[in-house]
């Protein structure tokens, strides 16, 4: 039964993003939509109120929104389903095919947990986007995958352009496009660029043609926008956006390419999940607790070079031993040259490019996010003390912009990699050193006004690691006699709360 299989379908979209499966009214909700009922018919046949139904419904269409990259609402979303479940139809069939090559094989490693990207890559795809971005941090595995998933695409032929690592000496766009007409498409190339252009797209019209540029960040400004010495590349992006032409172009970049004119879509990669590791370490027959697989992988945040890289280490120094590994580099995950490049140059090209992004960064590295785990928009304010208010957000939007700040649902936090980075540059300044984690403090003591729970002590208690970093003592000390309303309505310090709730532990330790 069709339904059945979309209740699926969205159930796998949902546990993706929550960790949850459908409850029996999110269910109920997709089987009656689909058969074109509306909310109070749901809800006489449910049993709840109307309302209830209809902020059931509004959720799901919000988390599929983000799941299938397109706005979803009660009235389209049959029509949306059915376009999915013939991408993920097309995705089992490419999954089998890889399975059956083996882990060693180049096609498993490249696909290797990427079912869901290759399916929201196809769907984008079946909507008629002709460019679509391809966003993540540096060894992501965005290249790996927009290689082997143009390959599946059963194009024609697959053109690339590679972009330089450096801006001077990215190639120009005429260059690009008369190599493409001369080598690749038998075509000759006009005289002027114009011609050139108009001739690639009558070609492009006709033809079935994968296309990857790779590498874009190079070529873009600080606020995500070409430079102006290789602004030509935008004739070339509106004629590969235009809906005429018959080719898939996909971009890979660490940064957001924000030129409003161009007709595009960005999917932002994530790291590759537990699942993928284990299986991947399985195959290097890599041994280890499941325990110290899951803290590399955290601290790595499913980084797919960086899972390559930790891979290779272990079976040249750690004969394939997992846990003497975690052992020994749990305090400095840096420490191998190769992942420690990962994050140097793209921080060095944030500090070329906006100063007090960069320096915003560094003071986020500060935060343990331990029992905070996810920083308020206010976290990130009181790190601001030195830009003019209404600049914040264009600071903050410069980090999500270049895939080094996490963001979801109005919090944020660094990864692993980056934060020990960032920590480790601020330390080298004493005074930004100090001034940071005062202001963290202060902010974590001043947002806990009252302890209705052990997870708001344990916050509050964060100000405390805070001030011992920098060896304030007295101040580490008036955390734990800062006196608050706690849940039975009793004016306490933190330290005789914590005591009533039964939270000794970090307590004697502080």
């Not at 935008?234 to 809906?243: G, K, T």
């Not at 932002?268 to 890599?286: E, K, M, P």
């Not at 041994?287 to 697989?293: D, I, M, P, Q, S």
């Amino acid at each position: 039964m069709e339904v059945t299989a979309v209740i699926a379908l969205v159930n796998q979209a949902v546990y993706a993003q929550t960790n949850r499966h459908l409850s029996d009214l999110q269910q109920a909700t997709i089987a009656k939509v689909w058969e074109g009922k509306k909310y109070h018919e749901i809800a006489d046949e449910y049993g709840c109120t109307e309302g209830h139904a209809k902020d059931t419904g509004s959720l799901l269409w919000k988390l599929l929104s983000k799941a299938w990259g397109k706005k979803v609402t009660k009235s389209n979303f049959r029509s949306l389903s059915k376009l999915q479940l013939e991408s993920a139809n097309k995705l089992n069939f490419f999954s089998e095919v890889i399975e059956q090559e083996g882990v060693a094989g180049a096609a498993r490693k490249s696909f290797l947990g990427r079912k869901n990207a290759i399916a929201t890559l196809q769907n984008l795809i079946s909507q008629g986007c002709k460019v679509i971005v391809l966003q993540g941090e540096g060894g992501i595995g965005k290249t790996t995958l927009a290689q082997n998933f143009l390959e599946i695409q059963d194009f024609e032929l697959t053109l690339e352009v590679l972009m330089a690592k450096e801006t001077e000496n990215i190639i120009s766009v005429a260059s690009v496009i008369e190599e493409w007409l001369q080598r690749d498409l038998g075509e000759d190339s006009g005289k002027e660029f114009g011609v050139t252009l108009a001739r690639l797209k009558r070609y492009l019209e006709h033809h079935r043609v994968g296309i990857l540029i790779d590498n874009l960040e190079p070529a873009l400004d600080k606020d995500g926008k070409l430079v102006q010495e290789h602004r030509s590349y935008i004739e070339l992006l509106r004629i590969l956006a235009d809906p005429k032409v018959k080719s898939t172009t996909i971009i890979t970049s660490r940064d957001r390419f924000c030129e409003a004119e161009i007709d595009l879509e960005h999917y932002r990669l994530t790291g590759l999940d537990l699942a993928a590791w284990r299986q991947y370490f399985a195959a290097c027959q890599i041994e280890g607790k499941a325990r110290a697989v899951v803290k590399i992988h955290r601290i790595y945040g499913g980084n797919a070079k960086a899972m390559g890289i930790v891979c290779g280490i272990l079976r040249e120094d750690y004969e394939g031993d997992a846990d003497r590994y975690w052992k020994e580099n749990c305090h400095d995950p840096l420490a191998e040259a190769d992942l420690k490049n990962l994050v140097v140059s793209q921080l060095d090209r944030l500090q070329n490019l906006d100063e007090r992004a960069y320096l915003l960064l560094c003071r986020l590295g500060c935060y343990r996010y331990q029992d905070l785990t996810q920083i308020p928009q206010a976290g990130l304010f009181c790190l601001l003390w030195d830009v003019p208010r209404p600049r914040y957000r264009q600071v903050i939007k410069s980090l999500r912009n270049r895939s080094l700040l996490e963001f979801s649902q109005g919090k944020y936090w660094l990864h692993p990699m980056v934060r020990g980075e960032a920590r480790a540059r601020l330390y080298r300044s004493p005074q930004e050193w100090q001034k940071t984690h005062h202001q963290i403090a202060d902010f974590i003591t001043n947002s806990v006004d009252k302890i209705n729970s052990i997870q708001d002590a344990l916050i509050a208690l964060e100000a405390y690691y805070h001030y011992i970093e920098t060896s304030d003592y007295d101040l580490a000390a008036k955390v734990i006699l800062h006196g608050r309303e706690n849940q039975w309505g009793q004016f306490l310090t933190l330290g005789t709360t914590m005591y009533r709730l039964g939270i000794i532990q970090p307590l004697l330790t502080a």
